[in-house]
């Protein structure tokens, strides 16, 4: 009887301890569309005639604590990015949203003009700042607690009253220690890691957008009283001969990455590399790498060779194309995309997106994983290669008790 | 003796000691196998597959909410519209996929010609005097073949063949007006003529869509301006679990007692939608003008087997949702929603009609803050072979002059736009969705 006993307080306590572990790694998430307890906003700017305006809402029934960082990735004069770093608090009560314009933050004044609770004193950033924001939940002595209410949604204003939106990233967390190093792995324990690639569709850089080509100004009078000005066919064109010269208006596409591993500690820039690989509509592949990139990276694809439409002597025929990223040193990023739909007269109507994450395959013996090789499950890749869903990273806040 | 029946004793105890031992360390040695394993295999165990909806993730269905063509601005908005499809096999196989357009444009009773000026409605004020506005709901199906990682895009209003770029298929078109969505997953066999097109455990599409509002120069009158606007969302996806039936049938999420999705293929549909907005109405804080927020709701539960050209409205499923919008004083209001098959509406004419949007408890006017918090709850019905489950996009318009009586930005007037996917919280865990179709031969 005692044998009995003994044998089932050996079967319980190594299946609680299974349990326990399991818990531990109960499954979080990456995702923009999911609330988190980290949410990151890769793409925050107040220069070139562009404002961005974040809205940030707690979807729980509970008071949430946020402690939120600025990065300016801007360059300084160094020509290196700033890597900046200004931190805030902000307190939601349950299910409260709120927002503020970035250029002017938002003060605690109820007598001002913007109605709803303030959620603390919030700082506005510097003129010419392009960076990220990134917010994670804290409890009321500013250790980090996983409550996963948090969603947020960015939106860019300009230049000439334009705007795009996209949706900040929530990383979920679970039991995450009580220090200042958030530990974002693939079990899970603590908060979930960053996928390993990103995938952003586009119409080639610089070739023409069939929309406008069809519907809008894609074309410039040849001649006549309209010479050099936007048509969409000749019969705007008024004048002899006078022809819609088509073909005049173009895409142009960005992205900008954030490292998953940030330092707010020592605020020292985490350096690293982007890998590509651009698939075009005829399957036709091209990969290449960035250089070195430290902090934060907004990057046009005109930049990237591979990446441009034959229309401006590129690789790529259309009329879409696929580019595949990931961090090749560095640890795992964040992207954001964005695509500038420019006519003949240069207005524009921007769409900023957020881009899909992925797994990538591994072979066994490699040193990292294959860009051509997606994945969700191990399933999907090729016999004896390994998914690799992710990759760890940390966030490392200031010290708790300085 | 004494001794010797002390070292029996001992020798027992000992014994009954170390048996036990024995037991507690095979048991420990068996249950330390047992956490062995599951940490083994959490690393690969944790790259699951979604059992919700995502729209940053590649899937097997994937749902593109809202799709619009205006080609010939029919109802004299000032501008043209089209929306660009693009679609992506992230996978190293070429995959046959199965396309469904859904029209869910209104069609006015007493239309005497397929004029599209005379037969496309809003309301039924865009009708011939005592004609009324109806819902139209009919599907357009179309099969394609997408080569391994190849991304693929057409205009919705066109024709697109995909052997031209190394795919195959036509895709068709929709015509010179549409509102409406597509739906896409993918199926059997490697070609249009060897598939069956019944549904695969397979997650490899993933899917834009950019949504253009513009006007060349001098339209609609001599001295406008050219406009260019895009919006971009990613479309909605639902992974499909391991296990998919070859019918016809897409169970999104399992319904007990149900006749054909007592088991889950696919991820279920969200049982909240949260949606962070601007309060129609409310002013810009860069910009200065007004904002306002257009949401469009989607069915998982759809009849796809009614034939092309037929108004299948009727066999949809009917949903409600309940609402709660909360404001930045966390005080909250409550409205409901019918989605009778499709429901693309200015968030403040959810609960109020055309022209008394102020009084809405979308509008800032009456919230008193600029952004809000919404929650739609769809109310799931009893019946297990049907569901009540919602997925939605919304599009935001700022722009310098709204419509002094509605305060809208959409159309006509000027207007920058952007597009966004909605957030979810929990899925559907006591009853599934259902998408049923049949592909036209």
Known sequence: MRTIQYVRAGCLISTLAACIMMAGSARADVSTERPGSLLIFPKVVQAGGRETIIQITNTGNSVDNLHCFYIAGQDGPSGHPLCQITDFFISLTKQQPTHWDVSTGRSVNPTDSIEGFDPGVIPPVAPGFTGALVCA?????????????????????????????????????????????????????????????????????????????????????????????????????????????????????????????????????????????????DEVTHTTSSGPLSCWASINLSDISQAVSTAVGGPLAGPVASMRITGISGGPVLLVGESFHVDSERDIGAAAVNLHMTGLCQAPGTQAPDLTQTCTTTADCPATWTCISSQSSTIKLPALNP | MVNGSLRMQRSTAERSSGMTQRFLSVAGVGGLGIVMLVLGTAPFAHAQLAAFPTSDRPAGYVVF???????????????????????????????????????????????????????????????????????????TDFTIVVTPNQPVGWRASQTTNLADVDGDGIVKPVGPYFIGELKCFEVDGTSIVNTTTTPISANDLKGEASIYDLNPVNFPAVGTAAHVDVREYNAVGFQAQPIVNSDQFLCLGSSPGSAHCATAEYAACPSIIV????????????????????????????????????????????????????????????????????????????????????????????????????????????????????????????????????GSCSSPNPHSSAAFNANYIGTNGVKGDVVSYSVAP
């Open chain 2, 275 to 406: 949606l962070d907005h601007f309060f129609d109405g409310a002013e810009d804080p860069d910009l200065g003008g007004a904002i306002s927020t257009d949401v469009t709701l989607a069915p998982c539960t759809e009849d796809l087997t009614q034939g092309a050209g037929t108004n299948g409205v009727n066999n949809q499923t009917p949903t409600t949702a309940q609402i709660l919008v909360f404001n930045e004083f966390e005080q909250r209001l409550s409205a409901s929603v019918n989605v009778d098959c499709f429901k693309e509406t200015q968030l403040s004419q959810i609960d109020q009609t055309a022209g008394n949007q102020r009084s809405s408890a979308f509008s800032s006017s009456v919230q008193g803050t600029l952004t809000g918090q919404t929650r739609i709850r769809p109310i799931l019905s009893n019946d297990p072979n049907t569901g009540n489950g919602l997925i939605a996009i919304l599009e935001e318009f700022h722009c310098p002059s709204p419509d002094p009586q509605t």
């Open chain 1, 137 to 281: 939940e804290v409890d009321a002595d500013t250790s980090p607690v996983a409550m996963n209410k948090i969603k947020g949604e960015a939106t860019l204003e300009g230049p000439n009253g334009d705007i795009s939106k996209y949706n900040g990233v929530a990383i979920q967390g679970s039991s995450p220690d009580n220090n200042n190093i958030l530990s974002l792995n693939p079990n899970g324990v603590e908060y979930d890691a960053c996928k390993t690639a990103a995938i952003f569709n586009f119409i080639p850089d610089g070739a023409p957008d069939p929309i406008i080509e069809a519907l809008g100004d894609g074309g410039i009078c040849s001649s006549g009283t309209r010479s050099g000005l936007g048509c969409n066919n000749t019969g705007d064109c008024p004048g002899a001969g006078a022809t819609c010269l088509t073909g005049q208006s173009q895409v142009l596409n960005t992205i900008t990455a954030l490292p998953c591993n940030l330092d707010f500690q020592t605020q020292v820039p985490t350096n690293f590399n982007l890998g590509y690989l651009v698939i075009d509509g």
């Open chain 2, 65 to 139: 909410p809202k799709v619009v063509v205006d080609e010939l601005d029919v109802f004299k908005l000032g501008r043209f519209q089209d929306t660009l499809i693009q679609l992506t096999n992230t996978g190293q196989d070429s995959r046959v996929v199965e396309c469904f357009y859904v029209d869910a444009s209104s069609r006015c009773n007493n239309s005497v010609s397929t004029d599209p000026s005379s037969l496309y409605c809003r309301t039924s004020a865009d009708c011939r005097s005592g004609g009324q506005c109806l819902p139209q709901w009919s599907q």
